[in-house]
């Protein structure tokens, strides 16, 4: 599991990394223009579609009914890829009658879009942004069927082309823009747009994401469960349940984009301020992705096999296990960006982001944001141990509690406490206590279904601490280089990657000289 974990994690960062050039390239050859508007926002629309309907709770819901057709009374690999082409089925049925409501909205769609435009070029702007979302809207059934291939892997533990294809869909996106500005030119803005560089920019991002629904496609083949959609959902009484327990949990990840909306609709009460909280929360995202995240990726199969059996003391052992795995895989991360926040604020802010102000709510956020990696870890660990269960009441009722919770905590900050130069803390803080509300749900749900199991192994707090503790000196002596050494962004930027080199190396050492000694004593115990 831990190679798994790895894997998930090394692939991700890669992932996103690419996706974060994927922008800035599209940026510099676009230009600060209304056309890379009308792209930024026209591109985002299938991903943000396919979210609204499916996006990621279909993994979450899949690999656990994968794994009972698998390994259930008269499962195998037949009644696997049974399961998995009826939900195919109805998923992609559904995709394509989004993807057919996203063409006959595209006039208005476009229209809201180009509000901002000066009149004179409004009309040209919304021609242009009509033909693009009518390009873009197959990559609906496309980011589809992607999520059906991932969980069709991830359910024989697979994870590195999962989690890892993306990364060729950003290489793609990324030659597609350039070629672009090579053969039509770069920074023009929507009067001198042609309507052939738009067609070019939408198809072409489109084949991007087909040639990664094509690798994710290779990859499920190779596990031997190839998405070949089957109509006739009644058929098969496994994938009826699978898809009703993804239609309940459509609210999990609604619920944390309005969340999201009302925390970005405070902040923009703050000149720069949903540049900040977004900034924050993308760090916290990524961040837990690559730690705690990815652990849990890589715990749900094993979780969902023991869970399939039967076997309550093979799933409790499992979950204390992952657990520890998650809290080690979140601590490096937590204790370097809460360090070195404002060094991380003071890298970033460039241009008119580098008000002072706006810097130092920045290090603050980012400060909450290393404690928000390490919760949201746990609480997708905990859900995703609930679905294995095939238990989405538990995630509803989580992902409720936690919603009302930010809600309340950023309401009653605001009125006891109706200070602007802290309400982007407040509103960072609250999101963080929301989540953290959520995690405590979703841990006594937990708890509930391995009694008399034991929640968490014993000796684990101490191995985590210790570990921890091996990274003080590293910690040390980069805040004391940065605070009375650095002279310079460049300065600052190699003694902070250094550092966090050596951390974690000290980390890693110390929890695998441990891990090696508790070994034996596991082994006695099993």
Known sequence: MRRSALGVAVWTLLSRVTGMARVLVAGGVLGPTYTANIFQASNTLPNNVYTVFAGPIVAMVVVPSVVHASTGAGAGPGQAREVLGRVAGRLLTVAGLATVGLVLLSPALAWSLVLGV????????????????????????????????????????????????????????????????????????????????????????????????????????????????RWGLARSEEAQRCVRRIARSMSVPAKSAATSYLVAAIAASVPGGVTVIQFASQVSNGVSFIAARAVSMAAMPRLATAAAAGDLPGFAAAWRKCLHYATLAALPPLCLLMLFAPTVADLVSQGELADRVLVTELGACLAIAAVGQMVSGIHDLGRRALFARLDDRGPRRASLVAFFVSVLVAGLAALLHPDPTTTLITLMMAMVVGEAAGAVMVLLGVRRHIRPERLAEAGTGAHALLATLAMLPALAAGFLLIRHVGSGRLVDLAVLAGTTAVAIALFLWCSVALGRRQTPLHEDRL
């Not at 919304?126 to 390009?135: K, N, P, Q, R, T």
């Not at 069927?145 to 869909?169: H, K, N, P, V, Y």
């Not at 803005?189 to 094509?214: E, F, P, R, Y």
């Open 118 to 229: 000066p009149g004179p070029d409004r009309s040209r702007a919304w021609l242009l942004a009509l033909v693009l979302i009518v390009c873009v809207a197959p990559q609906v059934v496309l980011y589809t069927a992607i999520s059906l291939a991932q969980a069709a892997q991830q359910s024989r533990d697979r994870f590195a082309l999962a989690a890892g294809a993306s990364t060729l869909e950003n290489l793609a996106t990324i030659a597609v823009v350039a070629a672009a500005g090579t053969m039509f030119g770069s920074g023009l803005d929507v009067a001198h747009t042609q309507l052939a560089m738009v067609i070019w920019l939408g198809a072409g991002s489109t084949v991007a994401v087909l040639i990664h629904a094509g690798l994710q496609f290779y990859g499920a083949a190779r596990v031997g469960l190839l998405v070949i959609p």
